[in-house]
């Protein structure tokens, strides 16, 4: 190639730059997303169960907003389909179960943590798809996503984001048991959409207040109901990241 070698290096330059996407243009859904679950975390209030008063100061808002940035990490890596969900359950999956009260860095279990923080997720995910239907932006899967994995995190934030803030902390945690015994059976599928249907069956064995009815699961209480959808949630997700 000809020319001087300032002119020609400035051509290669340019000619890298503009095969380099940006983040900031080509997954907008995914910033706004990330924007407004930040908001929500630093609006959230902690209510303490146990003790049945607020939760003045602790490390909640930090906490909160680490899960919004694995949620926006996992939506950039996404193909335009599934990014929102996918900010939704990473977010919610990366959730505090717990918070340290402040000043004095006490660990605090019964709280309502996790499902305010699912709600920063889910304002985000509303975020995120109101601006792909404004301006959408079409665009490929760039990372790995794993359909048993991704199984059990739309599982586990589904525990508890179909609840209330004032929920106890013990249904939270048996439905995020049987959301992780779903991974097994799921893995040991040779097909993906085998695997995102064993997922519902291994999960749904787990849940509390279910029992199996002519080889269907059926509930018996409002919290086998809550955790059955929630596995359901799992396998719907997996097969749409299969998909």
């Known amino acids: 190639m000809n020319g001087h070698p300032c002119k020609i290096l400035a051509l290669f330059l340019l000619l890298g730059a503009a095969a380099i996407p940006r983040a900031s243009a080509q997954a907008a859904d995914c910033e706004t997303a990330f924007t407004q679950c930040k908001a929500q975390c630093g609006q959230s209030g902690i209510f303490n169960m146990e003790q049945g008063q607020p939760v003045e100061q602790s490390d909640f808002k930090e906490k909160c907003e680490t899960s919004c940035t694995a949620g926006l990490e996992s939506c950039r890596q996404q193909d335009s389909k599934n990014a929102c969900s996918s900010f939704y359950y990473h977010c919610g999956g990366g959730c505090p179960s717990t918070v340290a009260e402040q000043p004095s860095g006490s660990e605090l279990l019964g709280t309502n943590a996790f499902y305010q923080c699912a709600m920063s997720c889910k304002e985000g995910k509303t975020g ?5 239907t404004a301006a959408p932006e079409p665009r490929k899967r760039s990372g790995a996503f794993e359909g048993c994995a991704e199984a059990r995190l739309a599982c586990e934030t589904t525990c508890v984001a179909n609840g209330s803030p004032l929920d106890d902390a013990v249904f939270p945690e048996k439905c995020r048991k049987a959301c992780a015994a779903g991974v097994p059976g799921c893995q040991k599928e040779a097909s993906p959409p085998a ?8 999960c749904a064995a787990e849940c509390p207040d279910v029992e199996k009815v002519d080889g269907d699961y059926k509930e018996t209480s409002d919290d086998g109901n809550r955790c059955l959808n929630a596995c359901s949630a799992g396998s719907q997700y997996c097969h749409s990241i299969a998909g």
């Open 195 to 202: 695997g995102c249907n064993a997922s519902f069956f291994s």
């Open 128 to 132: 995120c798809e109101k601006t792909q």
